[in-house]
């Protein structure tokens, strides 16, 4: 044991001068780049009194700040408190969970406004952004959030930075591919964000997977208090999950349809996760990573289908399948995944995040290859499907099949790049703690010494941390 | 002691096979239901074009979802992490507190949306649902909410399953007999949510009557932490609540003037109830139960009239009464009714919505009654109390006597249901804990061993609870 | 020790008539007032209908309402959650920095009503509000929370009504001659609310300096957990930042402009702070107390110009600036101002409000000199400055110099108000603790004795905090 430790601090995790270096030099990357490229866009201008002339817009309301401003908000809350806070559930590592979702949130936004920019707001060699961009920025940076899951408290936060630079770039490539080239609909990210993101992670993961991570098993559980910061997390995404779904849907009806659509997926999500958990386990009581987690799945699934005519028991049927789904992968899966592929997903993302996120492709490729003029109505057909210009003659099976092969484009850009990212993570200048010291936040956090829990252990990390 | 304790571990609380089969089931009908009735709104059917047309509107930005969004995810807020922490004040039912109120709340609003929409938006065989109806669905879930707080910590939760599905059905019945059949206002729901919600669930305490309860005394209180956790729910509660009271308003003033009265209601609550809670303890000290809950009262009084004409100094008029009812109440009332009419409110429901709900209900009336052509316009008079159709010569006085009906109804449909839904949750059948029992996570959940407070007496409950 | 404890003791912190006093003879004397001024703006009176025939209004989405409701109720959650949870890192004053915030707030917006609304919407003799009065309130109020963040946990609660009270007054007179009389642009109060606040606190804890402070230095430190409760304050006030910044500013380009400025700010400021966090410590690890802080100085440092064409990369390099600034203020400036110039400032108010608050007037004031009509187009200039009336002629530099003018005006009447409420505060009538019972809920409130942290001894004042 002294010895494995003793190998253990041997890495080297002092971050004095690598992180601020990393920080100061991105930063200003992204004020040179900024400056070189971003503009506001004409709605928030200052000549917007001229756009609206232009647009024979006759209210200030009409501008896109009042069509997507609240659901920004809550998408916002869903990335720095949701995704934050769900992760917080581990006894000792509520700072870096916080901490560390907060860092690489606030520097991936930045960096997705502009590779998201120049795919899709490039104009006369600027990119002009609105509250629309900003939305896809928190949405990207979603993407690295749920990588972040997989790796949790097993990685500096250089290595995060480092994962964010280029996961994002990847994410707009992805996203690029598939909203552009295969003319593909995912507005509430199911194939994007859940898909992308977490095969990225457990590949990331797996790449870095370390062998002697049970030596501390017993700071991978959470305490009492710890469950009660992660219900913050679990409640905030939950309740907001409509918002994340319809916030960039076409105005009006999409919007609403999505919304109510998640609404329903995320409240039949709930029931089968409760019912799953108590059934799965030998004294039948409920599991706190179940409910934080596995309830969750019903938003992520109908992430591509909820703008779609989807319908309320639509969405049920995706939610119950969903929370079972979710919650037999937490008990089942999880553990072989780790054991058997050697993939340590701390969180669990491939229950909450891939596997839903797969069958929210799929739900989204069949209920785009089932529309109907009938359905849709003549004109909310091509408006739902936006089957113009180029694509006027696309059918709905067709479109289903181009759905399909977004799903496929996802994992493939997912693997590779996090084979690639895994790599680069793996070399020895990043700081990672030795494995003993993993879900711990005394290393790279000034930790108060009290007088709950074993603070004043991880402030001597020469003396054993169990007594 | 032994022996008691005997007794009650013969109570078998194993939830294994019961609660799975109840959400299962109830998720299965919801799904049948849902796919016989339920259908998309107009403003949420992809058919909204050609009803733009025909509702001559120029703009998406018509369109309801963005007049009532944002304030139903304020309510969506209210409901899951505003009740749902309120109740985490215990030292040992925060699982519980934040859990089960998440499971019934994702059950009620199903239910909820089939038993309203049958009433209220039934046409052509099907309930068209719209963001009206989410809303409208969370409101009638508060009123569960509420219901649980009385008996938090000493119910199954297959017993708040069967209580929610009762309560949504005599709710909606009570909702629909006050708005359609006595024509009453009730836009924040002073009579509707909270005086029915509240005596519905102080008679099923009531009946479920446990004379052992003090053997569980210690677990009734709070530890540092916890009373900080019920403050998230507190403060969302309170912020909130001008969106929970405008959130159904008629667009335009009628939303605008109810979230102003709320506000100050809310306001003036604060500081009565601080004045109160340090008057009427003897070291003059302020007691964070009253925080928690007495500054709530102001919110719960103005659900009636905070859409009327109420003006603002009314409204601190009437906070400022609630937070001196409500705190009295704490201090004096909840002992006499637990001790004489043994009604055991672990929230004090009684002192947070029942008393506040009914003095909404009276004001709500004497408002009402007391409104004129002078004070609201010719226009806004009939639009305030929608006194068109077979109610166009209904006078403010008529109305004002009919808003009181409104709250006698209330109360015997919650008086008559509580006792009825009391009875059934009575059975022996939905493996509620024994009296030493409640309060206490470890029934139904998986619960971390830790070192702080006592989990580990916890998971060895043949040792007892006290050392 | 046991001497100075006995001085200690003698202090009277005994609440019990005084602090019920003051609480409802202020609550009546704001009914009064109300009663007396308050009525509903014509956007939120029941004479809408004929109001909107009036200004050709075509639908009720052109009510104030609707632009400014989503935001308000974000800057409600920032004074309420976000402040207040801000300060519960303390160990053990939670319930104090919740709830006296949530006290203080209370009233404060109360007032602020009645004082803004005679400087600002006085028309016919009555105050007319409307939910841009309800923000401007909580604008005011959020300048007394800054305020209440350098004497935190070394006050009485009436104490804090008193500063309330005086503080409230003196912002909205601030407030009018910045802009009314100087014609200043603050739509963020980097002046009006940061500045003021911070500098007037900072008076405040100077005069009622406490020489024997380092008594309780242990209760000036944090817990594990109520670091996590502080980072939900943090992140609250962080996420909403782009709602507080935009709230009040012109419908159309400038909420939408204001809102994407900030969010740019923020982020740059999180990775500055993250780094010189890092850099400045030995060990180089990072401390939660920059993070809960210095993140958000990017949100107070563009409060003035954020409406402004101040353009995405600028505000890069605001938030850059501000989190290193920020985060240097709180390593060496705050232990510099408590040693050398006697202001204890327990948030560390200096370093988040008062130094990013004079920069951001500074920017403002750079930000206006430098406008063009080429950068803002015609109408959009006069828009954006309101150059209309008696301003038609001002020139953008001559505004620059206004602005600064506006700084050095806030920063005196901080000095003088701060000074005088000061010394109001020192009376020894309001029942402040002796200096070994800051940071020590249980002198104002019941605690609950519990097995974490040493509630025991503060329950038994008599025996010694330390074993």
Not at 35 to 60: C, I, Q, Y
Not at 226 to 249: E, K, R
Not at 353 to 364: Q, S, T, W, Y
Request: glycine share 10%; net charge negative; aromatic share 12%.
């Amino acid at each position: 044991m002294e010895r494995t430790r003793h190998q253990g601090m041997a890495k080297n995790t002092y971050m004095r001068w690598r992180l601020p270096l990393v920080c100061l030099l991105w930063e200003v990357a992204m004020i040179v780049l900024f400056g070189v490229f971003v503009r506001f866009s004409p709605e928030a201008d200052a000549h917007w009194e001229e756009e609206k002339r232009k647009m024979n817009l006759t209210s200030d309301i009409e501008n896109d700040f009042y069509f997507r401003y609240p659901s920004f908000q809550d998408v916002h809350v869903m990335i720095f408190v949701g995704f934050g806070f769900l992760m917080t559930f581990l006894k000792r590592y509520g700072f870096g969970a916080v901490g560390f979702n907060f860092l690489l949130a606030a520097f991936g936004i930045q960096w997705a406004l502009l590779m998201q920019g120049w795919f899709h707001s490039f104009k006369g060699g600027k990119i002009l952004i609105g509250v629309e961009n900003l939305i896809n920025a928190d949405f990207c940076v979603g993407s690295v959030c749920i990588a972040f899951g997989a790796i949790l408290g097993k990685t500096s936060p250089i290595q995060l930075l480092v994962m964010t630079l280029f996961q994002v770039t990847l994410f707009a490539v992805n996203e690029y591919i598939l909203l552009n080239l295969l003319h593909v609909k995912d507005a509430g990210g199911s194939m994007t964000i859940h898909t992308f993101g977490a095969y990225f992670g457990l590949t990331v993961t797996r790449i870095l997977y370390r062998p002697n991570l049970e030596q501390c098993k017993d700071k991978q559980g959470s305490v009492y208090h710890s469950d009660l910061f992660a219900m913050i997390g679990t409640l905030y995404l939950w309740m907001y999950w409509p918002s994340f779904n319809s916030a960039i849907s076409d105005h009006g009806d999409a919007q609403h349809r999505a919304a109510i659509n998640t609404y329903c997926s995320l409240a039949a999500c709930v029931l089968t996760t409760m019912a799953f958990s108590s059934m799965l386990q030998k004294k039948g009581k409920l599991d706190m990573v179940h409910i934080q987690n596995a309830t969750l799945a019903g938003g992520v699934a109908v992430g591509t289908s909820a703008e779609m005519m989807l319908t309320p028991y639509g969405s049920l049927i995706v939610g119950f399948i969903c929370g079972i789904v979710s919650t037999v992968g937490y008990v089942y899966l999880t553990p072989f995944l780790e054991s058997r592929l050697h993939i340590q997903d701390t969180c669990g993302i491939h229950n909450l995040h891939a596997m839903p996120g797969l069958i929210g492709g799929i739900v989204g490729a069949i209920t785009a290859a089932a529309a109907t003029e009938d359905v849709y109505g003549k004109e909310g057909f091509i408006k739902a499907f936006d089957f113009t210009g180029a694509y006027q003659t696309r059918t709905p099976s067709v479109q289903g099949g181009f759905q399909a092969a977004g799903i496929v484009v996802s994992l493939l850009i997912a693997f590779a790049g996090g084979a690639l990212v895994g790599a680069i993570l793996k070399l020895p200048i990043w700081g990672d703690a030795a494995a003993e010291n993993c879900f711990e936040d005394d290393i790279y956090w000034e930790v108060p010494e009290d007088e709950e829990g074993d603070a004043y252990h991880m402030h001597n990390p020469d003396k054993p941390a169990s007594p």
